[in-house]
T-cell receptor, first 113, second 115 residues
Framework: KAGVTQTPRYLIKTRGQQVTLSCSPI?????VSWYQQTPGQGLQFLFE???????NKGNFPGRFSGRQFSNSRSEMNVSTLELGDSALYLC????????????FGPGTRLTVL | AQSVTQLGSHVSVSEGALVLLRCNYS??????LFWYVQYPNQGLQLLLK??????LVKGINGFEAEFKKSETSFHLTKPSAHMSDAAEYFC?????????????FGTGTRLTIIP
């Protein structure tokens, strides 16, 4: 079974631009979560989608948004990029079977100049 | 609310020696606990997890962890370190329940293996 895939793997943007990251979950997984990883703040939960609905949300500003499609694929959008948004963005999928076991993709490395 | 403390941001052990990575958690409900490993420029790989049942959990690559409720700990061990174990390790906690897909991570421990 294929794992979680994320595209693109690397992105370079400038301040003020917006960016969209994509995540395809493991087949059969209906929950997709997004995390931001930075050297200073570590791994932080952004949000989680299940059946096209945002079910959980972390403490990030409204510039960070996401959505999920009917095939469970998810996208994350960051508008008005700031230098501090430079990070590794990780997507994780799960069966949402009550065990909270999440499987992570390789991440998208975003650099904001 | 949940939180995780990983003692020691860097741990070095000799090849063949015992690996011990420490994790303490705080949770208002009986937690689910996880250990993930991250190799350079890669995502997180699940090593093992504790949900319910047996408190000694065995994972991949020879790692195991023991859930100790009285000590609020979930330390990761491996009897004999291998060079390929060099990576960053993250302990994570979640509050059980359907619809609560949110992991809270510790700050990570970078494991170095000395030849």
């Amino acid at each position: 079974k294929a794992g979680v895939t994320q595209t693109p793997r690397y992105l370079i943007k400038t301040r003020g631009q917006q960016v969209t990251l994509s995540c395809s979950p493991i087949s059969g997984h209906r929950s997709v979560s997004w995390y931001q990883q930075t050297p200073g703040q570590g791994l932080q939960f952004l949000f989680e989608y299940f059946s096209e609905t945002q079910r959980n949300k972390g403490n990030f500003p409204g510039r960070f948004s996401g959505r999920q499609f009917s095939n469970s694929r998810s996208e994350m959008n960051v508008s008005t990029l700031e230098l501090g948004d430079s990070a590794l963005y990780l997507c994780a999928s799960s069966l949402s079977d009550g065990t909270d076991t999440q499987y992570f993709g390789p991440g998208t490395r975003l650099t904001v100049l | 609310a949940q939180s995780v403390t990983q003692l020691g941001s860097h741990v070095s052990v000799s090849e063949g020696a015992l690996v011990l990575l420490r994790c303490n958690y705080s949770s208002s409900v009986p937690p689910y606990l996880f250990w993930y490993v991250q190799y350079p420029n890669q995502g997180l790989q699940l090593l093992l997890k504790y949900t319910t049942g047996a408190t000694l959990v065995k994972g991949i690559n020879g790692f195991e962890a023991e859930f100790k409720k009285s000590e609020t700990s979930f330390h990761l061990t491996k009897p004999s370190a291998h060079m390929s174990d060099a990576a960053e390790y993250f302990c994570a906690v979640s509050a059980p329940g359907f619809g609560n897909e949110k992991l809270t991570f510790g700050t990570g421990t970078r494991l170095t293996i000395i030849p």
